[in-house]
């Protein structure tokens, strides 16, 4: 049986899984494009674009606001914060930033579903996935690690709460 997934309650493992969607998302993107150097558009490669707009446009900027507004000021408020991760904190922020603008480039093709557009973009869509793999990589390794190590319960508890009143 799978194990359930993880909820608000473990706002950490909810950052990873949310990580691992985005990955996921990132390979559709890819694999779309891919799809549509050889093949005319189909309803399946619409229904994808569709899920794809959904997807970067509305649940990413909330997982980028999760950290931002949530995660990274309770680990900048605990003193025993390590200077490395201050600086990691700093540069995930600038990539946040970086990854908005390479996904502005696909946004307008993915709303109105121009497929033909889309077809020569396999390229950018590849940055964007290398881009969000080591982005990524950085947070599940370093990141998530120390604030396991320097939350305490109850600002676990208020992250997962912020988190789920963003999204209602």
Sequence with gaps: MPEPAPDFAKPLELLE???AKIRQHCQLLVDLCTYLETHSPDE???????????????S?????????????????????LSQDITALISKLKLEHFELDKLWLKFEPVVKNTDLV?????????????????????????LLLPAAEQLLKTEQLHRLGQQMKTRRQ
């Design 60 to 80: 990413v900027p909330h997982h980028h606001k999760d950290e931002e507004q949530g995660l990274f000021p309770l680990l900048l408020a605990s003193p025993q």
């Design 117 to 141: 557009t889309l077809a020569i973009m396999t390229n950018q869509a590849r940055m964007l996935q290398q881009s969000y793999d080591q982005h990524i990589e950085q947070e599940n390794a």
């Design 17 to 19: 899984a949310c990580h």
């Design 44 to 58: 399946d490669a619409h229904a994808t674009c569709k899920k794809l707009y959904r997807y970067f446009s509305v």
